[in-house]
């Protein structure tokens, strides 16, 4: 087995155009390893490369842990790190690795749907931007080619005024999302960006449409508003839910979001 | 390849032929058995350690990649004869019921401690939200701990 443990991000890159598996903080790797499903003979170790954990402002390094994140992200998306795991895991768990893996039940991918966030992709070849409308292709699928490291999430420079996260679950801690969201709001738009309940993280845009003309909802304008986004997700049924429940369950956070995002 | 570390604050070198996990290493090949192995996919935190000084799952670090790194283990927590701060609380309040789980708890508090000496409750909860006692005796554990909180390591 060849294992780089490279410090530079050129270095990085070069193992990869060479075939190298990633291995960032290990929390999704290992776990394919460890049942049998993955035997990566060639190996690159992200986590002594400063470049990928550089946070500056609006560009989060890859290799930034949720631990960092939950202590010094903006506020939905510090919710979203402390949601992640456990202690266990926001120490060795990245962004960037949340990205690659493209789980649908991502605890990150709302926030960076919500605030239209970018992902930078970085080969030989040069670094690209990829929207994440673009970026998220289906189940544990995206577009990164297999030469291509995730180099930073890029957020937009303003975030809108309030952000909310939410996660629904079966308990606190050490939980995958039966329906995770974030709900931001500012002067005159509304978002609304849902996990868990499509292949790919969503943005419920009618719902978003909706509300993002009225100043001062109604308590009719909130119930139309959590059908709506019931309406639109399209979760299934699977060992941790079911379709009809995630349904419900992603209209009602949807609102107690927007509900926390008005006051 | 050979894998050097400082484990426990003794240079270590282990060869790695596989992607195998720290904790597999640790046990199989080193035989310090402390940290368990149990669900190998991070979830049930029995197999806790500290690497470079912040507590993960062993199953879910690459052997490999730990080359240069500080790993402590439960082994190099306190001994027989001179239990540490965080064992002495777990015995003192009967903090163990079947054991398995102990070592994990052990480290993941240890790691609390030096961090914070004096945690709430909902620290101490929250520090040991990644280690699962499946005699579900956590009252005691948590007992534990709000008794060491303040008190010093």
């Known amino acids: 087995m060849e294992v780089h443990h490279p410090t530079t991000l050129s270095e990085a890159v070069a193992a ?3 075939g190298a598996t990633p291995l960032a903080g290990g929390t999704d790797l290992m776990v394919e390893v460890n049942f049998g499903n993955a035997r990566p003979e060639n190996v690159v170790g992200l986590r002594r490369v400063s470049e990928l954990k550089t946070w500056e402002g609006h560009r989060i390094g890859s290799g930034v842990t949720w631990r960092r994140i939950a202590a010094d992200g903006p506020r939905a998306l510090a919710q979203a790190a402390r949601t992640v795991g456990s202690p266990q895991i926001r120490n060795a768990g990245t962004i960037g690795g949340n990205l690659a893996t493209a789980s649908p039940a991502g605890d990150g991918h709302p926030f960076i749907a919500a605030v239209d966030a970018s ?36 957020l937009p420079e303003q975030l809108p005024e309030r952000h909310e ?3 629904v679950g079966v308990r606190n801690a050490m939980v995958i ?5 974030v709900v931001t709001r500012s002067e005159d738009r509304v978002t609304v960006a849902l996990g868990s309940v499509a292949p790919t993280p969503m943005r419920a845009r009618r719902a978003e449409e909706m509300m993002s003309s009225i100043a001062n909802p109604t308590e009719a304008d909130l119930a139309e508003f959590q059908r709506i986004v019931s309406e639109e997700v399209s979760p299934i049924t ?12 992603a209209g009602v956070l949807a609102r107690r979001l927007l509900e926390r995002c008005l006051r | 390849m050979i894998v050097t570390f400082t484990l426990n604050g003794q240079e270590a070198n282990v060869r790695v032929v596989t992607p195998a996990s720290l904790l597999d290493v640790l046990r199989d090949q080193i035989g310090l058995r402390g940290s368990k192995s149990a669900c190998e996919q991070g979830e049930c935190g029995s197999c806790s350690v500290l690497l470079d000084g912040d507590v993960v799952c062993s199953c879910l670090v690459m052997a490999a990649d730990v080359d240069g790194s500080k790993v402590a283990t ?16 777990m015995h003192e309040a009967g903090a163990v019921q079947c054991g398995f789980c102990t070592p994990g708890i052990v480290v993941s508090a240890t790691d609390l401690f030096r961090r914070n000496p004096d945690p709430t409750t909902d620290e101490i909860r929250e520090a040991l939200s990644g280690n699962i006692c499946r005699c579900t005796g956590y009252g005691a554990i948590i007992r534990a701990f709000e008794g060491l909180a303040g008190a010093g390591l």
């Open chain 1, 177 to 181: 999302a039966t329906v995770c969201a």
């Open chain 1, 238 to 249: 699977d060992h941790r839910s079911t379709e009809q429940y995630r349904r419900h369950a």
């Open chain 2, 74 to 89: 439960v082994e190099g927590m306190g001994s027989p004869d001179v239990l540490s701060g965080v064992q002495k609380a």
């Open chain 1, 119 to 154: 992902i930078e992709l970085i080969s030989t070849a040069g670094a690209r931007l990829v929207p994440w409308t673009e970026f998220f292709t289906g189940v544990k699928r995206t577009s990164m080619a297999p030469d291509e490291l995730i180099g930073a999430v890029l």
């Open chain 1, 16 to 18: 990869v155009a060479d």
């Open chain 1, 165 to 167: 996260f939410g996660k």
